[in-house]
Nanobody, 120 residues
Framework: QVQLVESGGGLVQAGGSLRLSCAASGRTFSNYVMGWFRQAPGKEREFVASIARSGSLTYYADSVKGRFTISRDYAKNTLYLQMDSLKPDDTAVYYC?????????????WGQGTQVTVSS
């Protein structure tokens, strides 16, 4: 079992930045491909970004490429998503996930989500 707890969401104006965190506990953090997904109201959950077990590879959805950066800290067992140049279309609940499939994560475990709201 892996427990995932997201934090860092909030309300921000368009063009602003937020950094999301996902604290992992339970099984070894480095054993998992980690990723971020999001779900906007009335829409299906969609992939945002993922990072390999080693941290050496990252993969992004086209909609966030160049604006978002995923990273992981093995000492803190924490996954991050730095979000810059935010747009109203980025408004969603953001979920952290852990899995065994690259680059789609193949999410075995999910966090509870954190709300990100971008105002125009």
């Amino acid at each position: 079992q892996v427990q995932l707890v997201e934090s860092g969401g909030g309300l921000v104006q368009a063009g602003g930045s937020l950094r999301l965190s996902c604290a992992a506990s339970g099984r070894t953090f480095s054993n998992y491909v980690m990723g971020w997904f999001r779900q906007a109201p009335g829409k299906e959950r969609e992939f945002v970004a993922s990072i390999a077990r080693s941290g050496s590879l990252t993969y992004y959805a086209d909609s966030v490429k160049g604006r978002f950066t995923i990273s992981r800290d093995y000492a803190k067992n924490t996954l991050y998503l730095q979000m810059d140049s935010l747009k109203p279309d980025d408004t969603a609940v953001y979920y952290c996930a852990a899995g065994s499939t690259w680059p789609t994560v193949g999410s075995d475990y999910w966090g509870q989500g954190t709300q990100v709201t971008v105002s125009s």
